[in-house]
């Protein structure tokens, strides 16, 4: 499962509504991919389609998909949103990562 912070909620609507997507239909994809300098990164996108073997998860009334692969690096993170100084977007709290950059954007296990 995949939790969805308070503040990252309000950015996702905020975010998906701006791209002519719909929070109550439409999917936030997330995914890990090869690259970044500690060797997995994050991938988040919207998404209207769910594919066979995508996973499905609902928190704080936001729809998540996740392909099967990457199911297994992201299972309890918590997908939130930062608004700091060091700089402005999503962020992923992921307990299964052993070393992340320090721009919070790659990661591995």
């Not at 594919?51 to 309890?76: H, Q």
């Amino acid at each position: 499962m995949i939790k969805v912070s308070d503040i990252a909620k309000k950015k996702v609507i905020e975010m998906m509504s701006d791209d002519g997507f719909d929070v109550a239909s439409d999917f936030v994809r997330v995914g890990v991919k090869s690259g970044g300098c500690s060797g997995l990164s994050y991938d988040l996108k919207f998404d209207k389609n769910k594919l066979e073997d995508d996973k499905v998860f609902e928190d704080n009334d936001v729809k998540i998909i996740v392909d099967k692969k990457s199911f297994l690096y992201l299972v309890g993170t918590t997908l939130e949103y930062s608004g700091g100084l060091n700089g402005t977007g999503f962020v992923f709290n992921n307990p299964n990562a052993n070393r992340t950059c320090g721009c919070g954007e790659s990661f591995s296990l």
